[in-house]
């Protein structure tokens, strides 16, 4: 078993959908024409990753039971840094400065933040030394502590 794809609940889809299309070069698949009903399903090619349903007010709320965070692993500490430059053009929030490690002592590591409703997202390597120290030490970084 595996998981298929992520329906996330968004406040407006245009935006969602060009931030998810920017920051991870997804493609739309599919997309409603009803102005009543919008919704979108994006992806690499071929693959539908992330579905986004316009149906929602606000701002995503870690303190809710749902959702902790969405994460995406890439091959390469490169790629990792390649989505970083893409969040910073875009002026998004980060949630630790750079690309950091999972946990103190971990290989692993990512850049961690939120899309333009808050939702926490991440993106790592499997394999992605730093000469940072973990942000929150013995904590996971993935926890956004």
Partial sequence: ??????????????RSKDFYQRVFGFQVHAESADPLQRWAFLGPEGTTAVTLWQQSEGQFGPGHPGLHHLSFQVGSVEE???????????????HHDGVVPHAEGSQSGGVFFADPDGIRLEVYAPSAPTPHAAPTGAAPTCGFF
């Avoid at 078993?1 to 245009?14: A, E, F, P, S, W």
């Avoid at 989505?83 to 929030?93: G, I, S």
């Fill in 80 to 94: 990792v840094l390649a989505v970083e430059a893409r969040l910073r053009e875009l002026d998004a929030t980060l």
């Fill in 1 to 14: 078993m595996k998981t298929g794809h992520v329906g996330l609940n968004v406040t407006d889809l245009d």
